[in-house]
């Protein structure tokens, strides 16, 4: 079954719980759920965890603005840890490989590798500091 049906089912059946509906109010409002996740999902860019255990997403497009997406969960994350892909058996330099990232290429947001750019231009670490 998709999965934007089965979700817009379960609310479904939650609602007529709790209310009497006819066969029509419910299909209407089926129908009307399933389009509305499905265009919240495309529009948010979520990846979803398919049954067969996949992920639905291409590995240049993991990476946005706010989220990097985990290849081996499909769970967005703002930065992919060590422990985390310890949990899959993976070093973070195997995951850059099996998924063909750069090899130095930082596994986290684009945001949080701007700030922490302009971070380390602040600072400016590879510039001596006076001696007094």
């Known amino acids: 079954m998709d999965t934007y049906l089965s979700l817009a089912l379960d609310i479904v059946k939650a609602q007529a719980r709790v209310?009497?509906?006819t066969e029509e109010e419910i299909t209407a409002m089926m129908s009307k759920l399933a389009g509305s996740i499905k265009?919240?999902?495309?529009?948010?860019?979520g990846a979803r965890e398919l049954a067969s255990g996949d992920t639905a997403l291409d590995p240049k497009k993991a990476v946005k603005e706010r989220t990097i997406t985990c290849?081996?969960?499909?769970k967005p994350y703002k930065i992919l840890t060590k422990r985390h892909l310890a949990k899959f058996g993976l070093t973070p330099e195997e995951y850059r490989a099996k998924w063909g990232?750069?090899?130095g290429m930082p596994l986290v947001c684009k945001?949080?590798?701007?700030?922490r750019r302009k971070k380390m231009r602040e600072?400016?670490?590879w510039t001596r500091r006076p001696t007094e």
């Open 39 to 45: 265009s919240i999902d495309l529009a948010s860019g």
């Open 71 to 74: 290849m081996e969960s499909g």
């Open 101 to 103: 990232y750069p090899k």
């Open 123 to 125: 600072m400016q670490l």
């Open 111 to 115: 945001a949080l590798q701007r700030e």
């Open 19 to 21: 209310r009497n509906m």
